[in-house]
C-alpha cells in the first residue's frame, strides 16, 4: 500500500516535471507563432487573445512584398553558414587528426592554445580586429566575415573532431602505412571515411553556430546586400521609429524553421557528436 | 617560349591601361558617361517609413545632375556614427551624413566633419535662420546644415482630453496643469479596460532620450553644461525636472523606461494621453495607426519652475565631408538638391511633419496646412542651444540613467544626481 | 632507421595539417586580443582611428575611470549574478528533465526531440521572443501575473523594472540553454551501468541515495563538461543583453560584454573599452582556472 502510493506520487511528479519544464520549453514558440498570425491591432490587444481571433497573413504577405529585404539577409546567412560549415569541418578534419594522432609538443601546444581561445570574448576581439581586417582588405566581404567567424568556431569543432578520430583504431592507419600508402592517402581515403558522423556533427554544429553570429557581421559588414540575418534584423525591423511586433514574430518564425528542420533531420548525428564531443572529448 | 613572352606583353598591357583607366578617371571632369560618385550614409533607408523618399530622391537627383551617382551607405540608426568612423579609419570617407544635429559633437571631434561654408555655397546658406544655425556652430565654424527642424514638443490626443472633460483646444502649459489635467485623463480606460497614460517622457538608455531629457530640463529652465562645456548641474530647473520625473512615477503616470517608439506605440493606440516627440515622431505613431491624424494635435513645451518651456532644438541635417573639389561640387548640389521646397514638400506633408529651417520655405503648402503642427508652431522661436560637448552622446546615456534611477529603482534625486555627477565628470 | 625517419616525418606532418587552424587563430585571435590589450593601456579614441594615429600610453587612466565610474563593479557584480543565477538553475531544470526522461516516461523519445528546439532558435530571435511575452503594457507574462496574483500586481514589466530585469534576461538564457543541458546530461545518464543500480536496489538503498552515491560520481565528467560550457557561454553573453535591455533599466543588466560594447562602439573611446575587456578576460581566466581546481579535488574525494 505505502510502496504503491510512493510510486503513484513519484509517477506523477515525474509528469508534472515534464509537463511544466516542456511548457516552459514550448508556450514561447507557440506564442511567436501566434502573435505572426495576428494583426497589430489585435497584438496589441490587453488581455491577449491566446487564438488569433481572425487569422491573418498581413505580416507574411507584407514580408514577402514589402519588407523582402529579409530574404537578402536570409540568402546570405544561408551562404555564410554554408561556407564557414566547410570550411570548419575541413580544417577540423586537419587538425583534429593531428591533434589525436600525432602526441608531440607542437600539436600537444596547439590543441591547449585551441581551448584556450574559446575563453576569449568576442567583443575584446572586435575593438583591434576592425582595424587589422581593413589592412588586409576583408571588411565588408564574405570572406572576411567566414574566415572570421570560422577562426571562432574551429577550436571548438577541431577538439570534437579529435574525439572521433581518438575512436579510429590505430591498427587501421598502421595496416595502411605497410601497404605503402602515403599520409595523405592514409588521411583523407582511409580514416576520413571512417568518422563521416563526426564530420557531419562538426559541419551541422558550424552551421547552427554561424546561423545565430551577431557580433562579427554587426562589425564587420556594413553593406546592406552582405549583412546577414541576425543582425539584418536586429538592425532593420528594430529601428528606432516603431515597432511591428506582428512583423517581428513573422520574422521569427522565418528565421527559425530552416534550423529547426537542419536539426530535426540530422538529430540523430548532432546527439551523436555532441555527446561524443562533450563527454569524452 | 615566345608564347609567354607575349603573355606576359598581354598582361602588362592588360595592368597599364587599368591603372592608366584609374588615373584619368579621378583628372577627367564629372560627367554623364563618367559619372561621378558621391557617398551618402543614410540610416533613414533601413526604416520603412523613409526608405521611399531616399529612393526618390536618388531617382531625381541622378535624373537632373547626370554627372553625378549617389551611393548609400547603410547601417541602422543606432550603428550608422560607428560605421562612418569606421570606414573613414580604413581610409573610406563618405562625403555625406544624413544624421540629427546631436551627432555633429561626435563627428566634429573626430575630426570629420567639415564646415559648410567651405562646400556650401554662401548665398543658400545665407537664407537659413541664424537662431538654427547656431544649433550647429562649434568654435566659429558651422558643422551641418538642417533639412528641417523640430523641437521636442508636446503631442497629445483630442479625444481623451474630450472625453476626461478638459478642452482639447487648450493643452496645458505648464507642469502644475499637467498634474492637473494627468489626474482626470488617468481616470479614464481604454475599450479594452486598458490603462491609459496621461503622459510619456522618454528615459530609455538611448542617445535621443538624452536629448529629450536635456529638453526637458530646458523646460524648468534649467541647464546641464555651461558655455564652455563643463558640467553644470546645480540648479534649480535641473533639480525641478528630475523631481518632476520622480512625482510623475510615483503617480504612474509616464511609462516606465519607455524609448521613443514605445511612447509612439501607446499614443497610436489611444493608450497615452500626452507625450513629447520631435514632430517627425508623428511618422512612427501612423504607421502604427493610419488613423492617428484624426486625433493628434501638438502644443508648445511646458514650462516648468522659473523657466519658460524653453527646449532643445532637434533638427534632421546633413554633416559632410570634405573630400577634395570634384567631390565637394557634387555635395554642393546634393544637398541644395534636397533642401528645396519641391523636394521636401510631400515628404513634410505626408510623412514627416517638421518645420523647415530655410527662410524661402516658410510658408510652404506642407507646412501650412498641417494640422498636426499648427499648435506648437511658436515653440520653434523658444530654443535653447546645447554647448558643445566632445562626449555628448556619453553624458546623454548617463542623463538616461539618473532619470531611471529616480524613477524605477525610486533612488532619492539628490542622491541620483551625485552618482550622474560622478560617473559624467569621469567622460569630460 | 626507417622508424626514425617516419617519426620525423609524422612531425612536420602534423605541424602543416594545424598551420590553418593556427594561422586562423593567430590572425582573427590572438593577435587582437593582445593589440587590444596594449590599447587598453592607451588613449584611443574615434581620432585615432580616422587620422590612423597611433595610441598613446596614458598611466592607467582608462582602467581609473572605469573604476571610478562605478561601471566597472556592477557590470562584475551583474556578470557573475547572471552565470551563477543562469548556471544553478539550469543544472537544476536540466537535470529534473534528463531524469525524468531517463525513467521509463512514455514517448520519452518523442519529447526529447522536441524539448531540443528552442536550442536552435536563434539568439537575436529567442530575446525577441522574450522581449514580447515580457512587453510591459500587452505581454502575455503581465497578464499572467494579474491573474495570478488576483490583479493586486497589474503591472509587472520584467524588464523595466532594476530588481527583476536580469531575471528576465536569465529566463530567456534559461529556455535556450536547458536543451543542450538535459541533453548531454541523459547522454551521460544512459552510460550509468543499470546492474549496479539494480544491485544497490536490493541492498535497500533509497533513491536519494543511489543517485548521490552512483549516478554524480558516474555522470561527474558529463557535468563538469557542461557546466564549463555554459560557465564560458554565460560569461560571453552579449545578444541576448543588448537585444533585451541594452543594459539598463539604471545599468541593473550591464554586464561585462555591454559595458565593454558600450565603452568601445558607442562612446567610441576603444581605449577604455580594451580596458574593460582586458579585466573581462583575466576574469574569466581566473573563474575557469578555480571552477577546474574545485571540479578536480572534488573528483578525488
Given at each position: 500500500?505505502?510502496?504503491?502510493?510512493?510510486?503513484?506520487?513519484?509517477?506523477?511528479?515525474?509528469?508534472?516535471?515534464?509537463?511544466?519544464?516542456?511548457?516552459?520549453?514550448?508556450?514561447?514558440?507557440?506564442?511567436?507563432?501566434?502573435?505572426?498570425?495576428?494583426?497589430?491591432?489585435?497584438?496589441?490587444?490587453?488581455?491577449?487573445t491566446?487564438?488569433?481571433?481572425?487569422v491573418?497573413?498581413?505580416?507574411?504577405?507584407?514580408?514577402?512584398?514589402?519588407?523582402?529585404?529579409?530574404?537578402?539577409?536570409?540568402?546570405?546567412?544561408?551562404?555564410?553558414?554554408?561556407?564557414?560549415?566547410?570550411?570548419?569541418?575541413?580544417?577540423a578534419?586537419?587538425?583534429?587528426?593531428?591533434?589525436?594522432?600525432?602526441?608531440?609538443?607542437?600539436?600537444?601546444?596547439?590543441?591547449?592554445?585551441?581551448?584556450?581561445?574559446?575563453?576569449?570574448?568576442?567583443?575584446?576581439?572586435?575593438?583591434?580586429?576592425?582595424?587589422?581586417?581593413?589592412d588586409?582588405?576583408?571588411?565588408?566581404?564574405?570572406?572576411?566575415?567566414?574566415l572570421?567567424?570560422?577562426?571562432?568556431?574551429?577550436p571548438?569543432?577541431?577538439?570534437?573532431?579529435?574525439?572521433?578520430?581518438r575512436?579510429?583504431?590505430?591498427?587501421?592507419?598502421?595496416?595502411?602505412?605497410?601497404?605503402?600508402?602515403?599520409?595523405?592517402?592514409?588521411?583523407?581515403?582511409?580514416?576520413?571515411?571512417?568518422?563521416?558522423?563526426?564530420?557531419?556533427?562538426?559541419?551541422?554544429?558550424?552551421?547552427?553556430?554561424?546561423?545565430?553570429?551577431?557580433?562579427?557581421a554587426?562589425?564587420?559588414?556594413?553593406?546592406?546586400?552582405?549583412?546577414?540575418?541576425?543582425?539584418?534584423?536586429?538592425?532593420?525591423?528594430?529601428?528606432?521609429?516603431?515597432?511591428?511586433w506582428?512583423?517581428?514574430?513573422?520574422?521569427?518564425?522565418?528565421?527559425?524553421?530552416?534550423?529547426?528542420?537542419?536539426f530535426?533531420?540530422?538529430?540523430?548525428?548532432?546527439?551523436?557528436?555532441?555527446?561524443?564531443?562533450?563527454?569524452?572529448? | 617560349?615566345?608564347?609567354?613572352?607575349?603573355?606576359?606583353?598581354?598582361?602588362?598591357?592588360?595592368?597599364?591601361?587599368?591603372?592608366?583607366?584609374?588615373?584619368?578617371?579621378?583628372?577627367?571632369?564629372?560627367?554623364?558617361?563618367?559619372p561621378?560618385?558621391?557617398?551618402?550614409?543614410n540610416?533613414?533607408?533601413?526604416?520603412s517609413?523613409?526608405?521611399?523618399?531616399?529612393n526618390?530622391?536618388?531617382?531625381?537627383?541622378?535624373?537632373?545632375?547626370?554627372?553625378?551617382?549617389i551611393?548609400?551607405?547603410?547601417?541602422?540608426?543606432?550603428?550608422?556614427l560607428?560605421?562612418?568612423?569606421?570606414?573613414?579609419?580604413?581610409?573610406?570617407?563618405?562625403?555625406?551624413?544624413f544624421?540629427?544635429?546631436?551627432?555633429?559633437?561626435?563627428?566634429?571631434?573626430?575630426?570629420?566633419?567639415?564646415?559648410i561654408?567651405?562646400?556650401?555655397?554662401?548665398?543658400?546658406?545665407?537664407?537659413?535662420?541664424?537662431?538654427?544655425?547656431?544649433?550647429?556652430t562649434?568654435?566659429?565654424?558651422?558643422?551641418?546644415?538642417?533639412?528641417?527642424?523640430?523641437?521636442?514638443i508636446?503631442?497629445?490626443?483630442?479625444?481623451?482630453?474630450?472625453?476626461?472633460?478638459?478642452?482639447p483646444?487648450?493643452?496645458?502649459?505648464?507642469?502644475?496643469?499637467?498634474?492637473?489635467?494627468?489626474?482626470?485623463?488617468?481616470?479614464?480606460?481604454?475599450?479594452?479596460?486598458?490603462?491609459?497614460?496621461?503622459?510619456?517622457?522618454?528615459t530609455?538608455s538611448?542617445?535621443?532620450?538624452?536629448?529629450?531629457?536635456?529638453?526637458?530640463?530646458?523646460n524648468?529652465?534649467?541647464?546641464?553644461?555651461?558655455?564652455?562645456?563643463?558640467?553644470?548641474?546645480?540648479n534649480?530647473g535641473?533639480?525641478?525636472?528630475?523631481?518632476?520625473?520622480?512625482?510623475?512615477?510615483?503617480?504612474?503616470?509616464?511609462?516606465?523606461?519607455?524609448?521613443?517608439?514605445?511612447?509612439?506605440?501607446?499614443?497610436?493606440?489611444?493608450?497615452?494621453?500626452?507625450y513629447?516627440?520631435?514632430?517627425?515622431?508623428?511618422?512612427?505613431?501612423t504607421?502604427?495607426?493610419?488613423?492617428?491624424?484624426?486625433?493628434?494635435?501638438s502644443?508648445?513645451?511646458?514650462?516648468?519652475?522659473?523657466?519658460?518651456?524653453?527646449?532643445?532644438?532637434?533638427?534632421h541635417?546633413?554633416?559632410?565631408?570634405?573630400?577634395?573639389?570634384?567631390?565637394?561640387?557634387?555635395?554642393?548640389?546634393?544637398?541644395?538638391?534636397?533642401?528645396?521646397?519641391?523636394?521636401?514638400?510631400?515628404?513634410?506633408?505626408?510623412?514627416?511633419?517638421?518645420?523647415?529651417?530655410?527662410?524661402?520655405?516658410?510658408?510652404?503648402?506642407?507646412?501650412?496646412?498641417?494640422?498636426?503642427?499648427?499648435?506648437?508652431?511658436?515653440?520653434i522661436?523658444?530654443v535653447?542651444?546645447?554647448?558643445?560637448?566632445s562626449?555628448?552622446?556619453?553624458?546623454?546615456?548617463d542623463?538616461?540613467?539618473?532619470?531611471?534611477?529616480?524613477?524605477v529603482?525610486?533612488?532619492?534625486?539628490?542622491?541620483?544626481?551625485?552618482?550622474?555627477v560622478?560617473?559624467?565628470?569621469?567622460?569630460? | 632507421?626507417?622508424?626514425?625517419?617516419?617519426?620525423?616525418?609524422?612531425?612536420?606532418?602534423?605541424?602543416?595539417?594545424?598551420?590553418p587552424?593556427?594561422?586562423?587563430?593567430?590572425?582573427?585571435?590572438?593577435?587582437?586580443?593582445?593589440?587590444?590589450v596594449?590599447?587598453?593601456?592607451q588613449?584611443?579614441?574615434?581620432?585615432?582611428?580616422?587620422?590612423?594615429?597611433?595610441?598613446?600610453?596614458?598611466?592607467?587612466?582608462?582602467y581609473k575611470?572605469?573604476?571610478?565610474?562605478?561601471?566597472?563593479?556592477?557590470?562584475?557584480?551583474?556578470?557573475?549574478?547572471?552565470?551563477?543565477?543562469?548556471?544553478?538553475?539550469?543544472?537544476?531544470l536540466?537535470?529534473?528533465?534528463?531524469?525524468?526522461?531517463?525513467?521509463?516516461v512514455?514517448?520519452?523519445?518523442?519529447?526529447?526531440?522536441?524539448?531540443?528546439t528552442?536550442?536552435?532558435?536563434?539568439?537575436?530571435?529567442?530575446?525577441?521572443?522574450?522581449?514580447?511575452?515580457?512587453?510591459?503594457?500587452?505581454?502575455?507574462?503581465?497578464?499572467?501575473?494579474?491573474v495570478?496574483?488576483?490583479?493586486?500586481?497589474?503591472?509587472?514589466?520584467?524588464?523595466?523594472?532594476?530588481?527583476?530585469?536580469?531575471?528576465?534576461?536569465?529566463?530567456?538564457?534559461?529556455?535556450?540553454?536547458?536543451?543542450?543541458?538535459?541533453?548531454?546530461?541523459?547522454?551521460?545518464?544512459?552510460?550509468?551501468?543499470?546492474?549496479?543500480?539494480?544491485?544497490?536496489?536490493?541492498?535497500?538503498?533509497?533513491?536519494v541515495?543511489?543517485?548521490?552515491?552512483?549516478?554524480?560520481?558516474?555522470?561527474?565528467?558529463?557535468?563538469k563538461?557542461?557546466?564549463?560550457?555554459?560557465?564560458?557561454?554565460?560569461?560571453?553573453?552579449?545578444?541576448?543583453?543588448?537585444?533585451?535591455?541594452?543594459?539598463?533599466?539604471?545599468?541593473?543588466?550591464?554586464?561585462?560584454?555591454?559595458?565593454?560594447?558600450?565603452?568601445?562602439?558607442?562612446?567610441?573611446?576603444?581605449?577604455?573599452?580594451?580596458?574593460?575587456?582586458?579585466?573581462?578576460?583575466?576574469?574569466?581566466?581566473?573563474?575557469?582556472?578555480?571552477?577546474?581546481?574545485?571540479?578536480?579535488?572534488?573528483?578525488l574525494?
Amino acid at each position: 500500500m505505502n510502496i504503491k502510493t510512493t510510486r503513484i506520487v513519484s509517477l506523477v511528479l515525474r509528469y508534472l516535471i515534464l509537463a511544466a519544464i516542456i511548457v516552459f520549453l514550448l508556450f514561447p514558440i507557440y506564442w511567436m507563432l501566434a502573435t505572426s498570425f495576428k494583426t497589430n491591432m489585435e497584438a496589441y490587444q490587453y488581455p491577449p487573445t491566446f487564438f488569433p481571433e481572425e487569422v491573418s497573413f498581413s505580416s507574411y504577405l507584407s514580408l514577402f512584398t514589402q519588407n523582402n529585404q529579409f530574404f537578402v539577409y536570409y540568402v546570405n546567412n544561408f551562404i555564410v553558414s554554408g561556407i564557414t560549415a566547410l570550411v570548419c569541418t575541413l580544417v577540423a578534419i586537419i587538425t583534429g587528426y593531428a591533434i589525436a594522432r600525432f602526441n608531440i609538443k607542437w600539436t600537444v601546444l596547439v590543441a591547449s592554445l585551441l581551448v584556450f581561445t574559446q575563453m576569449f570574448p568576442i567583443v575584446s576581439r572586435m575593438i583591434s580586429l576592425y582595424g587589422l581586417m581593413s589592412d588586409m582588405g576583408l571588411i565588408n566581404t564574405r570572406t572576411g566575415l567566414v574566415l572570421a567567424i570560422s577562426a571562432a568556431q574551429i577550436p571548438f569543432c577541431a577538439t570534437l573532431m579529435s574525439s572521433f578520430f581518438r575512436n579510429v583504431p590505430k591498427e587501421i592507419e598502421e595496416a595502411a602505412y605497410v601497404d605503402g600508402a602515403g599520409r595523405n592517402r592514409i588521411l583523407f581515403s582511409v580514416i576520413t571515411p571512417l568518422v563521416k558522423p563526426g564530420m557531419l556533427a562538426v559541419g551541422i554544429y558550424a552551421f547552427l553556430q554561424t546561423w545565430d553570429d551577431y557580433l562579427h557581421a554587426a562589425t564587420l559588414i556594413q553593406n546592406d546586400n552582405l549583412r546577414t540575418l541576425s543582425i539584418g534584423i536586429a538592425l532593420r525591423y528594430l529601428g528606432e521609429l516603431s515597432y511591428d511586433w506582428s512583423l517581428i514574430n513573422a520574422i521569427s518564425v522565418i528565421g527559425t524553421i530552416p534550423m529547426v528542420l537542419v536539426f530535426f533531420f540530422f538529430q540523430k548525428y548532432m546527439v551523436k557528436g555532441l555527446v561524443a564531443g562533450a563527454v569524452k572529448g | 617560349m615566345r608564347k609567354v613572352l607575349a603573355l606576359l606583353a598581354i598582361v602588362l598591357v592588360v595592368t597599364s591601361s587599368l591603372f592608366a583607366g584609374g588615373s584619368a578617371e579621378s583628372t577627367a571632369p564629372a560627367s554623364a558617361e563618367n559619372p561621378l560618385t558621391i557617398k551618402v550614409a543614410n540610416y533613414a533607408l533601413l526604416e520603412s517609413g523613409y526608405e521611399d523618399f531616399w529612393n526618390g530622391v536618388k531617382e531625381g537627383f541622378e535624373a537632373q545632375y547626370p554627372q553625378y551617382k549617389i551611393e548609400w551607405v547603410t547601417a541602422p540608426y543606432g550603428e550608422i556614427l560607428n560605421q562612418v568612423i569606421n570606414m573613414a579609419g580604413g581610409g573610406d570617407r563618405v562625403d555625406v551624413i544624413f544624421g540629427e544635429e546631436a551627432w555633429v559633437p561626435q563627428l566634429y571631434a573626430s575630426g570629420l566633419a567639415a564646415p559648410i561654408t567651405d562646400i556650401i555655397d554662401a548665398d543658400f546658406v545665407a537664407d537659413f535662420d541664424p537662431a538654427v544655425m547656431d544649433v550647429f556652430t562649434i568654435d566659429g565654424g558651422i558643422y551641418g546644415i538642417p533639412l528641417y527642424v523640430s523641437p521636442f514638443i508636446l503631442y497629445y490626443n483630442t479625444e481623451l482630453f474630450e472625453q476626461a472633460g478638459l478642452d482639447p483646444a487648450n493643452p496645458p502649459k505648464t507642469y502644475d496643469e499637467l498634474l492637473d489635467a494627468a489626474e482626470k485623463l488617468s481616470q479614464l480606460t481604454d475599450t479594452n479596460g486598458n490603462k491609459i497614460y496621461p503622459f510619456g517622457q522618454t528615459t530609455a538608455s538611448v542617445v535621443v532620450s538624452g536629448n529629450a531629457l536635456i529638453s526637458m530640463i530646458y523646460n524648468f529652465g534649467g541647464d546641464v553644461f555651461t558655455e564652455d562645456g563643463q558640467l553644470n548641474v546645480d540648479n534649480d530647473g535641473f533639480h525641478q525636472a528630475f523631481e518632476m520625473l520622480a512625482t510623475l512615477d510615483d503617480l504612474g503616470y509616464n511609462p516606465q523606461n519607455a524609448k521613443l517608439k514605445d511612447l509612439r506605440n501607446l499614443f497610436a493606440l489611444g493608450q497615452l494621453a500626452m507625450y513629447y516627440d520631435q514632430s517627425w515622431g508623428f511618422n512612427g505613431v501612423t504607421s502604427i495607426n493610419p488613423d492617428a491624424a484624426s486625433f493628434t494635435a501638438s502644443a508648445a513645451p511646458l514650462a516648468g519652475g522659473d523657466g519658460t518651456g524653453e527646449a532643445v532644438l532637434c533638427a534632421h541635417c546633413f554633416i559632410l565631408v570634405d573630400n577634395g573639389d570634384a567631390k565637394n561640387e557634387a555635395v554642393n548640389a546634393f544637398v541644395q538638391y534636397v533642401i528645396s521646397e519641391e523636394v521636401l514638400n510631400d515628404y513634410m506633408a505626408n510623412v514627416t511633419p517638421a518645420y523647415p529651417a530655410k527662410n524661402s520655405m516658410a510658408d510652404m503648402t506642407a507646412v501650412a496646412e498641417s494640422g498636426v503642427l499648427k499648435g506648437a508652431s511658436s515653440s520653434i522661436s523658444n530654443v535653447k542651444k546645447v554647448p558643445y560637448v566632445s562626449a555628448m552622446s556619453d553624458i546623454a546615456l548617463d542623463l538616461c540613467t539618473l532619470a531611471q534611477a529616480v524613477t524605477v529603482s525610486n533612488t532619492p534625486v539628490d542622491e541620483a544626481i551625485d552618482a550622474f555627477v560622478r560617473s559624467a565628470s569621469t567622460k569630460l | 632507421m626507417k622508424s626514425l625517419s617516419k617519426k620525423k616525418g609524422d612531425m612536420y606532418y602534423a605541424m602543416a595539417l594545424t598551420i590553418p587552424a593556427v594561422i586562423l587563430a593567430l590572425f582573427f585571435i590572438f593577435i587582437p586580443i593582445i593589440d587590444s590589450v596594449i590599447k587598453s593601456f592607451q588613449d584611443y579614441k574615434v581620432r585615432n582611428i580616422i587620422a590612423n594615429l597611433p595610441g598613446e600610453w596614458n598611466n592607467f587612466d582608462n582602467y581609473k575611470k572605469i573604476f571610478q565610474s562605478g561601471a566597472l563593479p556592477n557590470a562584475i557584480v551583474n556578470t557573475f549574478s547572471f552565470v551563477i543565477l543562469v548556471i544553478i538553475c539550469q543544472f537544476v531544470l536540466g537535470m529534473a528533465l534528463a531524469l525524468v526522461l531517463n525513467s521509463n516516461v512514455r514517448c520519452a523519445r518523442f519529447f526529447r526531440s522536441i524539448m531540443m528546439t528552442p536550442w536552435v532558435v536563434p539568439t537575436v530571435i529567442s530575446a525577441l521572443i522574450w522581449m514580447w511575452l515580457f512587453q510591459p503594457q500587452y505581454g502575455l507574462f503581465k497578464y499572467l501575473v494579474s491573474v495570478f496574483t488576483g490583479g493586486s500586481v497589474a503591472d509587472f514589466a520584467m524588464l523595466n523594472n532594476p530588481s527583476t530585469a536580469l531575471l528576465g534576461v536569465s529566463i530567456a538564457a534559461l529556455w535556450k540553454q536547458i536543451p543542450l543541458m538535459t541533453l548531454l546530461l541523459l547522454a551521460g545518464l544512459q552510460n550509468v551501468p543499470t546492474d549496479i543500480l539494480e544491485a544497490a536496489t536490493i541492498d535497500g538503498a533509497g533513491s536519494v541515495r543511489k543517485f548521490f552515491k552512483i549516478t554524480v560520481p558516474y555522470l561527474s565528467p558529463v557535468i563538469k563538461v557542461s557546466i564549463s560550457m555554459s560557465i564560458i557561454e554565460n560569461f560571453k553573453q552579449f545578444p541576448l543583453f543588448w537585444t533585451m535591455t541594452g543594459g539598463g533599466p539604471d545599468g541593473a543588466t550591464t554586464n561585462l560584454a555591454i559595458l565593454s560594447y558600450r565603452e568601445a562602439f558607442v562612446s567610441m573611446n576603444m581605449g577604455s573599452g580594451a580596458a574593460v575587456t582586458t579585466i573581462w578576460m583575466a576574469l574569466m581566466i581566473v573563474t575557469i582556472g578555480v571552477y577546474n581546481k574545485l571540479f578536480r579535488t572534488q573528483d578525488l574525494t
